[in-house]
C-alpha cells in the first residue's frame, strides 16, 4: 500500500542538452511512503520499529517477550509492556525499555484480579492490528484493549482503547527495563492526578557503570477512581509510593504503581510519559511543554513526525527506472533508521555542564564510522556536526572520546579508537567550520598516546608495546592498563588505520612533525604479516599464502587459524571465545587497509592475487555479510582496477540479503549501520570513511539525487542505458559535469558543490577505470 508518488519534473542538470522535461524523467521524492519500520523486526536485525523523531529521546514501543533488543520483535509472541526509551539494531543484551506501562481490566472489578509480574500479564497481540509508520505505532492486545503511540522529543503518549462497558480501566507502570537490570527505583503516585513520578537506577546495556532515569506520567479520559503501588503480584491502594531495591538472593523484585480510572466515555484513556536523564521535574516539564494537550495532541504529533522524517528524507529524489518497490522500500527505510540513533540527549545529560550539544547512544562507533557517519555527513550535516561537537565535549570532560556509548555510559570498546576516524572523515569533508580542529587533535591524540588504567571502554590498550615493537603484541605484556587482553592482530590493523587518519587531521592543522610520526605508526599493520602462512579448509590447502598472524613480545609467531572466527567456524566476541581478531577472521582482516591497499596488492602479490583472494574470501562461506568489517571487501575490486568486479559483488549481496521484509536484514542493523550500507551500494557511491573518496558502482536505480542542506546544490548520480534486470551493470564511460571522468572514484566536492555524474552502462566489463591513475588513492610511506 503506498501514497500516490509524487511527481517532481526533472530539472536539467549537468550538460546534456535536448532532455526536455518528459514523463520519463520524473522523478520521486516521496520516500516516507516507502519507509517500512518493521524492516529488521526478525532473524537478528533487532532493529526499533515503534514510534520516534530522527535521534529522538523517547523512542515508544510496545515490548515483545521474545527477541526484544529494540523492544518489539515480530518474533515474539506476547506483549509485556509499552515502553518509551529504546536503541535500536543493537546486539547482546536488550537496551533500555525502563518503566513500562501496561493496560488491563481487572475481572470482577477486582484489584488483585489484574495481573501484575511480566510472566503473569503478557499477552498476545492481534497480528492483523499491527501498525508500524514512522512517528506511530499501533496493535491491539489479544484481551481487547488498543494501544496506539507517538512521541514528542522527549515525551511518549499512549491512547489505549478499552472494550466498551470497562468499569475501571487499570493502567500500571513497571519499575523495570528490558535487561531487568534495575538495582534500585522508587515512585510515587498522586491520589488526585493520578501522576506517577520516579526513578531508576538501571545498567547499560553494553557498558560499564549505571545510570539514573526519571519519569513524569499522567493520566487522561476520566477521572481518578484510585491509585496505589504493587509488588509482586499483589496491589494496594495504600501506601502511594514505594522503593524497591535489588534482591541480594538474585531474585528480582517486581513491582511499580497503578491508577484505575473511572469509565471514560469514548473508552479511550491517554497516558503521557515524560523521560528526564536529569530529574522528575524536568521529565514533567518535558512532558508539558511538548504535549500540552494530551487528548488531543496525537494527530498532531502524529503529523509533526512525519513532516519531520519527510524533511529529513528530502534532500534525496530517485528515478526508479524500474526498480522494484521492494528495493526502493529497502531504500529509504535504510535511510531512516540511519536517523534513529544517535540520540540527541542535548540539555539531558547530568554528567556536565556545558553549550555544545550532547548526543548518546552511539552504539557502538565501531559499526558505524564506515558507513553510518560518513550517510549523515552527506544527508544531515547539521547533525552530524553535532555529533562531532558531542564527542569532543565528550574527551573535554571525561578524558576520552568513546567507542562505544550508551545510556551515559562508556561502552565497551570493540576495535581500535574509531572516533579518530569520524573526526579525520569530518575534517577531510570540511563538514563545518564550528568544529574546534585543535581540540579534536588533543582528542585523537590522546587516543594514540595516552594508554588508561582502563582500556576497555576509552582509549587504546598496549600502547607500550604498539610504540616501543610497533605492533600489539599476541598476550602482551601489559602492566600500565587493562582491557580484553586480546584482539591483537585487529586492534594492530584498526590502531594502523586510526594512527593514519590522526596524521590526515595533523598534516591538514600543518603539524608536519605529527604528520610523519602517525605516518610512520600507519604502516605497523606490515609488521603482523607472515607470508608462509597457509590456510585449510577441513583439511584442503586453500592454495592461498601470506596471512596476518598474531606475534609474541620477543618476536616469535604465535598460530590463529585464519578461518577461525569465520561464518566457517566460531563466532567470536569481546567475552565469547575472544581471539586475536574481533567478532572477524584474519581472512576478514587481511583486507583492512584502507589506507594503504596498493601496498597489501603488491604483499599478496599483485591485482590478480587480489582478487582471487576477494573472489574466495566471498564464496567461500568466509564473508560475513552481516557484520559491518564486511562492507569495504565487496567494494575492494577498485584498487585493483577492476571496478567492475565491485560492481558484480554488491549484486551477490543486493537483493539477496536485504529485502523488506521483517527478517530482511542479514544482521543487527547497528543504529543504522546496515541500513547505510544498502543505501550507499543502492546509490553507487561507496565511502571509504576517513579519506575524502567514494568508490564509484552504478546505482540500483536509474537515477539519484541529493541536494545538499548547506551548499542547497544537488548532485546528480544519472545511470544511461540503465535496465532494472541489472544485465548492464557495467560501466563503459562516466562523465562529470559532462567532462569524461575516468578515475572509478571521487571526491565529497560532489556533494557539496553539487556536480552531475553520468555513467553509461553496458552488459560488459569495459576499460572504464582499469588504469593505473584511475584507482582510487592508496598511501604508502615515502610516496
Ligand atoms: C501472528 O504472527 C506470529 C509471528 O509472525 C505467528 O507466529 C502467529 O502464528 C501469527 N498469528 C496469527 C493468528 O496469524
Ligand atoms: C489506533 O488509532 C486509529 C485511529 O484512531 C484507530 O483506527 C485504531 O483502531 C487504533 N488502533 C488500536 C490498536 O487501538
Ligand atoms: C541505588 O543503586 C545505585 C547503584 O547500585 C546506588 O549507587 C544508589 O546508592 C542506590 N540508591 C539508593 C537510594 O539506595
Ligand atoms: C528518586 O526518587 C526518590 C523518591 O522521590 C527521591 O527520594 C530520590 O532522590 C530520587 N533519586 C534521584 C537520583 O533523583
Ligand atoms: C538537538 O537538540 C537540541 C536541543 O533541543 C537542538 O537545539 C538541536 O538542534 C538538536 N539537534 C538536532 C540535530 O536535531
Ligand atoms: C575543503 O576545503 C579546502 C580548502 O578550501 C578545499 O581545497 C577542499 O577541496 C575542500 N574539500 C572538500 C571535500 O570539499
Ligand atoms: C567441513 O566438513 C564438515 C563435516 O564434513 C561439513 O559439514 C562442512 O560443510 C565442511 N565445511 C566446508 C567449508 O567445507
Ligand atoms: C617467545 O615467546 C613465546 C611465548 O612465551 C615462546 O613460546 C617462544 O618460545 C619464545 N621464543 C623465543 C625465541 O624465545
Redesign the pocket.
Known amino acids: 500500500m503506498r501514497a500516490s508518488v509524487e511527481l517532481l519534473a526533472l530539472a536539467l542538470l549537468g550538460s546534456a542538452p535536448g532532455i526536455a522535461a518528459s514523463p520519463a524523467t520524473q522523478k520521486s521524492s516521496n520516500g516516507f511512503s516507502y519507509i517500512n519500520p518493521l524492516i529488521g523486526t526478525a532473524n537478528g536485525g533487532n532493529v526499533f520499529a515503534g514510534a520516534t523523531l530522527p535521534y529522538g529521546l523517547a523512542k515508544a514501543s510496545a515490548d515483545v517477550d521474545g527477541q526484544n533488543t529494540g523492544g518489539f520483535g515480530i518474533e515474539g509472541p506476547n506483549v509485556v509492556g509499552f515502553s518509551s526509551v529504546h536503541d535500536s539494531g543493537t546486539g547482546g543484551n536488550p537496551s533500555l525499555g525502563n518503566f513500562p506501562l501496561f493496560p488491563q481490566v481487572c475481572p470482577d472489578d477486582e484489584l488483585n484480579n489484574c495481573k501484575y509480574r511480566i510472566g503473569d500479564r503478557k499477552l498476545p497481540y492481534v497480528n492483523s492490528s499491527l501498525v508500524a509508520q514512522p512517528g506511530h505505532f499501533g496493535l491491539q492486545l489479544e484481551s481487547g484493549i488498543g494501544a496506539n503511540m507517538t512521541v514528542s522529543q522527549h515525551a511518549a503518549l499512549y491512547r489505549f482503547t478499552f472494550p466498551k462497558g470497562t468499569k475501571h480501566p487499570l493502567v500500571l507502570l513497571d519499575l523495570t527495563d528490558l535487561w531487568q537490570s534495575r538495582q534500585n527505583a522508587s515512585i510515587e503516585v498522586d491520589e488526585k492526578s493520578g501522576r506517577m513520578t520516579g526513578n531508576g537506577t538501571f545498567l547499560p546495556s553494553f557498558g560499564a557503570g549505571s545510570y539514573v532515569m526519571h519519569f513524569c506520567v499522567d493520566f487522561y479520559g476520566s477521572s481518578i477512581h484510585e491509585t496505589g503501588v504493587w509488588v509482586n503480584n499483589r496491589a494496594g491502594t495504600e501506601p502511594k509510593q514505594v522503593f524497591l531495591t535489588r534482591g541480594f538472593n538474585l531474585f528480582f523484585l517486581e513491582g511499580g504503581g497503578f491508577v484505575r480510572l473511572n469509565p471514560p466515555s469514548d473508552g479511550v484513556v491517554t497516558v503521557r510519559m515524560g523521560i528526564s536523564y536529569m530529574n522528575s521535574a524536568q521529565a514533567c516539564r518535558n512532558a508539558e511543554s511538548e504535549i500540552p494537550r494530551p487528548v488531543t495532541d496525537f494527530d498532531r504529533l502524529v503529523d509533526n513526525a512525519q513532516k519531520a522524517w519527510t524533511e529529513k528524507l528530502s534532500p534525496i529524489s530517485i528515478k526508479s527506472g524500474g526498480a522494484t518497490n521492494d528495493l526502493l522500500t529497502s531504500f529509504w527505510s535504510g535511510v531512516y533508521r540511519n536517523m534513529i540513533s544517535p540520540q540527541n540527549y542535548t540539555g539531558e545529560n547530568p554528567l556536565w555542564r556545558s553549550d555544545k550539544p550532547y548526543f548518546d547512544s552511539f552504539y557502538c562507533i565501531w559499526d558505524s564510522f564506515r558507513v553510518q557517519h560518513p550517510l549523515l555527513t552527506i544527508l544531515d550535516p547539521h547533525a552530524q556536526t553535532q555529533m562531532v561537537e558531542a564527542l569532543l565535549d565528550i574527551y573535554k570532560h571525561e578524558g576520552w572520546m568513546p567507542d562505544c556509548r550508551m545510556s551515559l555510559c562508556k561502552g565497551w570498546t570493540q576495535g581500535g579508537s574509531n572516533a579518530d576516524v569520524v573526526i579525520a572523515d569530518a575534517f577531510?569533508?570540511?563538514l563545518s567550520t564550528t568544529i574546534d580542529w585543535e581540540l579534536a587533535l588533543d582528542a585523537v591524540l590522546a587516543d594514540a598516546e595516552n594508554e588508561p588504567l582502563e582500556w576497555s571502554y576509552h582509549g587504546r590498550g598496549g600502547l607500550h608495546s604498539w610504540k616501543s615493537l610497533d605492533y600489539i603484541p599476541y598476550l602482551d605484556f601489559d602492566p600500565y592498563g587493562f582491557g580484553t587482553n586480546s584482539r591483537s592482530i585487529s586492534r594492530t590493523l584498526e590502531y594502523a588505520y586510526d594512527d593514519y587518519c590522526i596524521s590526515e587531521l595533523a598534516s591538514g592543522l600543518g603539524r608536519g612533525d605529527l604528520r610523519r610520526k602517525y605516518q610512520q605508526r600507519a604502516m605497523n599493520w606490515k609488521n603482523l604479516w607472515k607470508a608462509d602462512q597457509t590456510s585449510f579448509i577441513n583439511g584442503t590447502d586453500t592454495g592461498f599464502k601470506g596471512f596476518f598472524q598474531p606475534k609474541y613480545q620477543n618476536g616469535t609467531w604465535g598460530f590463529q587459524d585464519p578461518i577461525a572466527c569465520s561464518a566457517l567456524a566460531d563466532f567470536c566476541s569481546l567475552t565469547t571465545n575472544p581471539s586475536e581478531t574481533f567478532e572477524a577472521s584474519i581472512w576478514q582482516y587481511l583486507f583492512y587497509v584502507p589506507h594503504s591497499v596498493s601496498s597489501l596488492i603488491s604483499l599478496l602479490g599483485g591485482d590478480d592475487a587480489m582478487i582471487s583472494r576477494l573472489d574466495f574470501f566471498h564464496t567461500s562461506g568466509l564473508a560475513d555479510i552481516s557484520n559491518e568489517p564486511v562492507f569495504f571487501t565487496v567494494f575492494l575490486y577498485h584498487y585493483t582496477g577492476r571496478p567492475a568486479l565491485s560492481t558484480e559483488r554488491i549484486h551477490q549481496y543486493v537483493p539477496s540479503d536485504f529485502n523488506s521484509s521483517p527478517g530482511g536484514l542479514p544482521g543487527n542493523d547497528d543504529s543504522g549501520a546496515m541500513g547505510a550500507f544498502l543505501v550507499f551500494s543502492v546509490m553507487g557511491l561507496f565511502p571509504v570513511a576517513g579519506q575524502?573518496v567514494y568508490l564509484i558502482s552504478p546505482p540500483f536505480v536509474e537515477e539519484i539525487s541529493i541536494k545538499h542542506p548547506v551548499t542547497g546544490k544537488t548532485a546528480t548520480v544519472r545511470n544511461i542505458g540503465f535496465d532494472a534486470s541489472y544485465k548492464n551493470i557495467y560501466v563503459q564511460s562516466a562523465k562529470v559535469n559532462g567532462k569524461p571522468w575516468t578515475k572509478s572514484w571521487i571526491?565529497?566536492?560532489f556533494?557539496?558543490?553539487g556536480w552531475t555524474l553520468e555513467l553509461v552502462l553496458g552488459a560488459k566489463e569495459s576499460s572504464w577505470g582499469t588504469a593505473l591513475k584511475d584507482r582510487p588513492p592508496s598511501w604508502t610511506l615515502g610516496s
Open positions: 577531510v569533508k570540511n575524502n571526491g565529497h566536492e556533494f557539496t558543490e
